[in-house]
């Protein structure tokens, strides 16, 4: 039982590049929630999918965008990487409403 | 727009010492509120509250919601310095949305 996983754990990019962050959870868990935590700032959402098919923008969605792939996964991508986005990810999974629980977290870092 | 707001922001303490650390919110259509630590990685969960006046404990960490003044408090008696951390409060809304403060960070000096 892994919990909640991300890929990566750490990545470099240019301004301009695109990547997609991944994550998994094998809890069966409906909901599932992209952070970004920044110095000083708490967690701040960026996108949530409540259930399996439905995805909803949170506070700071401008920039990205997520793909609930089926129950388990939930990516998040960024298209065109600038160094406001530099960042650490957190994705997390609850049951509805529920305590929810998080992954490891990806650092990014865009020159 | 929602605020969480936490205070204080940061505070140092001695071991044995007492810690209270405060959330207030302004949350349109509130459903709960939780707390979580966090120590360089990612937030563990620590209470959940829907309740007003209906503590809630786990050792020496406990909890309290008051709805009607908008507000939970969280305690942490006998410190010891593997409390430091950074303690987060946040609230869920009935649309799915979890909203979290900015945190207060707790250092603990042996």
């Known amino acids: 039982n892994a919990g909640v996983t991300q890929t990566p754990k750490f990545q ?16 069966n868990h409906n909901s599932m929630y992209w952070y970004r935590q920044d110095p000083g700032m708490g ?19 401008n920039g990205y965008n997520v793909s609930r792939l089926n129950k388990r996964e939930f990516s998040l991508r960024l298209e065109s990487a600038a160094p406001s986005q530099t960042s650490v990810y957190f994705c997390a999974s609850s049951r509805t409403y529920n305590e929810q629980f998080f992954g ?4 990014l870092t865009v020159l | 727009e929602d605020k969480v707001v936490q205070s204080p922001l940061s ?27 966090q120590e360089k990685k990612a937030p563990t969960f620590l209470f959940m509250l829907t309740s007003s006046g209906i503590e809630k404990k786990s050792g020496r960490l406990s909890s309290i ?6 507000f939970s ?13 950074i303690y987060l409060c946040a609230v869920y809304r009935n649309d799915y949305k979890l909203s979290f403060g900015a945190g207060t960070t707790v250092t603990v000096r042996a």
């Open chain 1, 12 to 27: 470099v990019l240019k301004t301009g590049q695109s990547m997609t962050l991944q994550c998994a959870q094998d809890m």
């Open chain 1, 43 to 61: 967690l701040r959402l960026i996108y949530y999918s409540a259930s399996e098919g439905t995805t909803d923008k949170g506070e700071v969605p």
């Open chain 1, 104 to 107: 490891p977290g990806t650092r």
């Open chain 2, 73 to 85: 408090i969280l305690n942490i008696t006998a410190t010891q310095t593997g409390d430091s951390a």
């Open chain 2, 11 to 37: 505070l140092v303490v001695h071991e044995g010492d007492t810690v209270t650390l405060n959330c207030s919110y302004e949350v349109t259509n509130f459903r709960s509120l939780l707390w979580y630590k």
């Open chain 2, 65 to 70: 919601l008051d709805k009607k003044e908008l």
